[in-house]
Nanobody, 115 residues
Framework: QVQLVESGGGLVQPGESLRLSCAASGFTFSIYTMGWYRQAPGKQRELVATITNGGNANYADSVKGRFTISRDNARTTVYLKMNNLKPEDTAVYYC?????????WGQGTQVTVSS
C-alpha cells in the first residue's frame, strides 16, 4: 500500500524557517520523481519544487533562493527546507511521487505564516 506522510508544518512568523518531511512507503522510492505542491485557500494547487531520481531540483519562481528540496533514498524521505517564510507561503503543502502514469499524493500539512 502506497503511503506518503507529511510532517513538519505549523504556525510561524514571517522570516522564520520550517522543514517539511514526507515519509514514503509502498513503492520503489528511489526511481520516482518527488515533489512538493501547495494549495492556498481559494486557489489552485501549485508546484513548489520537484527533485528527480537523479537529484535534479526544480523550483517555482516564487520560492527560488528560499526553499530547498532534498531526498534521502535510504530513508525513503523527501524534505522541503523553507527559509525566510512569507505570509503568501501560507497553504496546505502536499507531497507527490510521480513516475510515468503513477501519481501518488499525501494528505498534506498546513503551513501558516503570520505575525
Amino acid at each position: 500500500q502506497v503511503q506518503l506522510v507529511e510532517s513538519g508544518g505549523g504556525l510561524v512568523q514571517p522570516g522564520e524557517s520550517l522543514r517539511l518531511s514526507c515519509a514514503a512507503s509502498g513503492f520503489t522510492f528511489s526511481i520516482y520523481t518527488m515533489g512538493w505542491y501547495r494549495q492556498a485557500p481559494g486557489k489552485q494547487r501549485e508546484l513548489v519544487a520537484t527533485i528527480t531520481n537523479g537529484g535534479n531540483a526544480n523550483y517555482a519562481d516564487s520560492v527560488k533562493g528560499r526553499f530547498t528540496i532534498s531526498r534521502d533514498n535510504a530513508r525513503t524521505t523527501v524534505y522541503l527546507k523553507m527559509n525566510n517564510l512569507k505570509p503568501e507561503d501560507t497553504a496546505v503543502y502536499y507531497c507527490n511521487a510521480r513516475l510515468w502514469n503513477s501519481d501518488y499524493w499525501g494528505q498534506g500539512t498546513q503551513v501558516t505564516v503570520s505575525s
